[in-house]
């Protein structure tokens, strides 16, 4: 299969799975892959369960428009993948999504706790990028001020309040980051509400106690002087 065709098709692929693994809602994310000197983007507007071949852009390196289907236009965050792509040869795939657990900790101005063996070895960190508003140039400014100053094994990044980005060799590894950030967003996240109720338990089992001792201080101080 032509290079070109083989990145449309996982770009289609991996767009209709993000969407599928709950990782997008609606029309929200955007996805690409670069091809040499083009990039194959996400459409605009267009949910990723829906993408197809009709709804692919092709764009160059500065963001020229090789291909554009009628009445389409390349996502709005084509500047920042562009920068990302600019910046790190070896990257050719970039996927950016808005999953509820990572967002929520960026919210909280929190990064995401890695606590397990495999976020350990693969994810690492998660960098939290200022927050801008979606499709400016001031959020590309900020992705690609990020994404050059972070260590070359880190691989994603969390838009505060926004979404992640991934940026991989290959759009099969820059989907397993996507996905691996959010589960341990999520995991960390149950494991902070577990332990809330845990506590929130022991303090309960202890109020009795401690209202006992004061209600028998209480008598005691009322007794003491019979
Ligand atoms: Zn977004």
New binding site residues.
């Given amino acids: 299969m032509e290079l070109l065709e083989k990145c449309r098709e996982e770009v289609i692929q991996y767009s209709r799975l993000l969407y599928q693994r709950g990782l997008v809602t609606a029309a ?3 996805v690409s892959m670069r091809c040499k000197d083009q990039v194959v983007i996400t459409a605009s507007g267009v949910s990723l369960r829906d993408t197809s071949r009709e709804t692919l852009i092709l764009c160059d390196l500065e963001g020229r428009l090789l291909e554009c289907p009628q009445g389409l236009k390349p996502s709005k ?1 084509t500047v920042f993948h562009l920068k990302i792509y600019q910046t790190w040869e070896d990257v050719d795939s970039v996927i ?3 999953p509820a657990y990572a967002v929520g900790y960026s919210i909280q101005d929190r990064r995401i706790p890695i606590l397990t063996a495999s976020a350990k070895m693969k994810v690492v960190d998660v960098p939290v990028i200022p927050y801008a508003e ?1 499709g400016t140039e001031a959020l590309a400014l900020y992705v690609e001020q990020a994404v050059r100053e972070a260590p070359r094994h880190i691989h994603a990044a969390v ?1 505060k309040a ?2 992640i980005i991934a940026y991989e060799k290959g759009m099969s590894q820059c989907f397993d980051t996507a996905e691996l950030v959010e589960d341990t967003a999520h995991i960390a996240a149950d494991v902070r509400e577990k332990s809330r109720k845990q506590r929130s338990r022991t303090s309960q089992r202890r109020r009795p106690q401690n209202s006992r001792i004061k209600s028998r201080t209480g008598r005691q101080q009322r007794e003491s002087p019979l």
Avoid: Q, R, S
């Fill in positions: 929200g994310g955007n965050e950016h999504v808005h979606p838009l926004h979404g």
